[in-house]
Every structure is written in structure tokens, then in C-alpha cells.
T-cell receptor, first 115, second 116 residues
Framework: AQTVTQSQPEMSVQEAETVTLSCTYD???????LFWYKQPPSRQMILVIR??????QNATENRFSVNFQKAAKSFSLKISDSQLGDTAMYFC????????????FGTGTRLQVTL | NAGVTQTPKFRVLKTGQSMTLLCAQD?????MYWYRQDPGMGLRLIHY???????AKGEVPDGYNVSRLKKQNFLLGLESAAPSQTSVYFC???????????????FGNGTRLTVT
């Protein structure tokens, strides 16, 4: 079974600064996908960014980028130019290919962006 | 676009009562899922379905039943609610991805259930 670990329960960053959220995972699979989801106070689950394990290039989406280290089984999320609207819970998630898109989630990191 | 709609949004039950949570999607997705979210534990998969008339157990299926009689609907039932089932429940759906993980999950806005 896969496990996803987020070791930072809470983090804080000042507006316009950069913050990195950590995620590690454990799997014996070679083909898989990794995701970061954002959950603001509205409770909605929003996909932030997605990484295919077979791609060496790190995914980027505007101010969001990942540092994917396959050998180390690490998948961190970097948020640049943090905005107040980035305040949310962030979940790292793992999906093994061929498994009907089932996700295994980490326990989440609560990010607070301050003025 | 409605996407994934969950009803109700909130519910309070007494121990031993039963209820059904309804999930409806209008995207013609093959796959549907029920997750529960508890503080400090992230989201955990309860049951899922890969098509109309099919269901399968996830990580934490005990105490729940599901049905997928119509492609667009996925029902989650609690036959005899327990305080341990107090949680926020999320439904999600995705298109068939042929195993390549190309189809992202679309989530509903959750149902907060309290069992007293």
C-alpha cells in the first residue's frame, strides 16, 4: 500500500514571499502520478498541480511549482509571490496508474498567508 | 455547469439513525468516489465505482454501503450511524483514464455530518 507523509501540520508566510510545502511518499510502483490539492475555508477541493512520475521535468502552474525527486520519493510544492488567497489546507496525493484514479492523500499542511 | 453536487450540505444524526448521502454529477464520468475527511487524517477512500451497477471497497468501508444504479448518481448509506462517523464526506468523479491518470478528480463541496 502507498503512504503519503506531510510532516508540516502548519506553516505561515508573509504576503509576496515564497514558501515550500513538503511531501514524501512510499511506493514500490514505477508508474504513478502525484498531485497537490488546495482546500480553502470554503471546503472546496481544488487541483493545484499534477506531476507524472515518468517525466523528469518539474511541473509548473503560474506561481506554483514542484520539486519532484523520484529517487528520494519527495514531492514538494513551492508557492512564489504568496497571496492572501493562498491561505488554505494543502494536500499532497498519490495515484497509482491503472487503479481507477483512486487517490491516497497526505494529512495536509495548513498554510496561513499574513500581511 | 453544476459539476458534482452533494446533498445535503449539513446533517445531524442521533446514534443508530440511518441516512443516505446523494452525489450527482453531470459530466458523464465513469468513475465516482466517496471520501471522508477527519482532522489530522486527510481524505480517506470509503467506496468507489468504476461504472453503473458496480461498486468496490476503499480504505475505510466498514459501516457504509453504496449504490450506483444510475451512471450520474452515487449514493452513500449509513444504516446505523455511530459517533465515529462524524466527519466531512466528499464525493468525487472522474472520466475513465485507461490507467494513465489523465483524468483529474472533480470534487463536490462536501457534507458535514455530526452523529451525537
Amino acid at each position: 500500500a502507498q503512504t503519503v507523509t506531510q510532516s508540516q501540520p502548519e506553516m505561515s508566510v508573509q504576503e509576496a514571499e515564497t514558501v515550500t510545502l513538503s511531501c514524501t511518499y512510499d511506493t514500490s510502483e514505477s508508474n504513478y502520478y502525484l498531485f497537490w490539492y488546495k482546500q480553502p475555508p470554503s471546503r472546496q477541493m481544488i487541483l493545484v498541480i499534477r506531476q507524472e512520475a515518468y517525466k523528469q521535468q518539474n511541473a509548473t502552474e503560474n506561481r506554483f511549482s514542484v520539486n519532484f525527486q523520484k529517487a528520494a520519493k519527495s514531492f514538494s510544492l513551492k508557492i512564489s509571490d504568496s497571496q492572501l488567497g493562498d491561505t488554505a489546507m494543502y494536500f499532497c496525493a498519490f495515484m497509482r496508474t491503472g487503479t481507477a484514479s483512486k487517490l491516497t492523500f497526505g494529512t495536509g499542511t495548513r498554510l496561513q498567508v499574513t500581511l | 455547469n453544476a459539476g458534482v453536487t452533494q446533498t445535503p450540505k449539513f446533517r445531524v444524526l442521533k446514534t443508530g439513525q440511518s441516512m443516505t448521502l446523494l452525489c450527482a454529477q453531470d459530466m458523464n464520468h465513469e468513475y465516482m468516489y466517496w471520501y471522508r475527511q477527519d482532522p489530522g487524517m486527510g481524505l480517506r477512500l470509503i467506496h468507489y465505482s468504476v461504472g453503473e451497477g458496480t461498486t468496490a471497497k476503499g480504505e475505510v468501508p466498514d459501516g457504509y454501503n453504496v449504490s450506483r444504479l444510475k451512471k450520474q448518481n452515487f449514493l452513500l448509506g449509513l444504516e446505523s450511524a455511530a459517533p465515529s462517523q462524524t466527519s466531512v464526506y466528499f464525493c468525487a468523479s472522474s472520466a475513465r483514464d485507461e490507467g494513465w491518470g489523465n483524468s483529474p478528480l472533480h470534487f463536490g463541496n462536501g457534507t458535514r455530518l455530526t452523529v451525537t
